[in-house]
T-cell receptor, first 115, second 118 residues
Framework: AQSVAQPEDQVKVAEGNPLTVKCTYSVSGNPYLFWYVQYPNRGLQFLLKYITGDNLVKGSYGFEAEFNKSQTSFHLKKPSALVSDSALYFCAVRPSPTGYSTLTFGKGTMLLVSP | KAGVTQTPRYLIKTRGQQVTLSCSPISGHRSVSWYQQTPGQGLQFLFEYFSETQRNKGNFPGRFSGRQFSNSRSEMNVSTLELGDSALYLC?????????????????FGPGTRLTVL
């Protein structure tokens, strides 16, 4: 069975500084990896995904993520944080190939960006 | 293009009652999945539907059921509500049509239905 770990419940950064939200995964076969963001009282918004190809994936709102197969990691990054980036971030995995579209999510990491 | 819509947005029920939640996917999307989000358990998969057929089911009791209609709209039902069913119920839709997952398959989520069981 697949699993996702987000080792930090909370990440604090100052506005303008780079940010990293960590994610590691466990899955048999090649993974499909996703990052979503959730603002208060909202659903999940898709940020980016890794399917195959380049290990550095660029997504929405200036976010990017680096896939590292040897470390089974898919960390989310942004060069310069904004206060408006403060939200709950989820990493998710889907094994490939699969007969299902089901995502397995990590517990989430709360990102707090201070002015 | 309109996003995934869920109705109602908020519900308050009492223990023992039943509830039906509705989800309308993005136009053209035929795959619909449901997830339960709670502070303690995080996001947990409930069901996945494609073309009116349940393709996958999570580890939830039989009180949780769902269905999909020919227009891809989906409903989930929870019978005999318990306090622990209080959660945000999220619906997601995607273009995926089965088989090896294509690159286009991203799940897009609705705003959720907040269910409170008293």
């Amino acid at each position: 069975a697949q699993s996702v770990a987000q080792p930090e419940d909370q990440v604090k950064v100052a506005e303008g500084n780079p940010l990293t939200v960590k994610c590691t995964y466990s899955v048999s076969g090649n993974p499909y990896l996703f990052w979503y963001v959730q603002y208060p009282n909202r659903g999940l918004q898709f940020l980016l995904k890794y399917i195959t190809g380049d290990n550095l994936v660029k997504g929405s709102y200036g976010f990017e993520a680096e896939f590292n197969k040897s470390q089974t990691s898919f960390h989310l990054k942004k060069p310069s944080a904004l206060v408006s980036d403060s939200a709950l971030y989820f990493c998710a995995v889907r094994p490939s190939p699969t007969g299902y579209s089901t995502l397995t999510f990590g517990k989430g990491t709360m990102l707090l960006v201070s002015p | 293009k309109a996003g995934v819509t869920q109705t109602p947005r908020y519900l308050i029920k009492t223990r023992g009652q039943q509830v039906t939640l509705s989800c309308s996917p993005i136009s053209g999307h035929r795959s619909v999945s449901w997830y339960q989000q709670t502070p303690g358990q995080g996001l947990q998969f409930l069901f996945e539907y494609f073309s009116e057929t349940q393709r996958n089911k999570g580890n939830f009791p039989g009180r949780f059921s769902g269905r999909q209609f020919s227009n891809s709209r989906s409903e989930m039902n929870v019978s005999t509500l318990e306090l622990g069913d209080s959660a945000l119920y999220l619906c997601a839709s995607s273009l995926w049509a089965g088989g090896p997952t294509p690159k286009t398959d991203t799940q897009y989520f609705g705003p959720g239905t907040r269910l409170t069981v008293l």
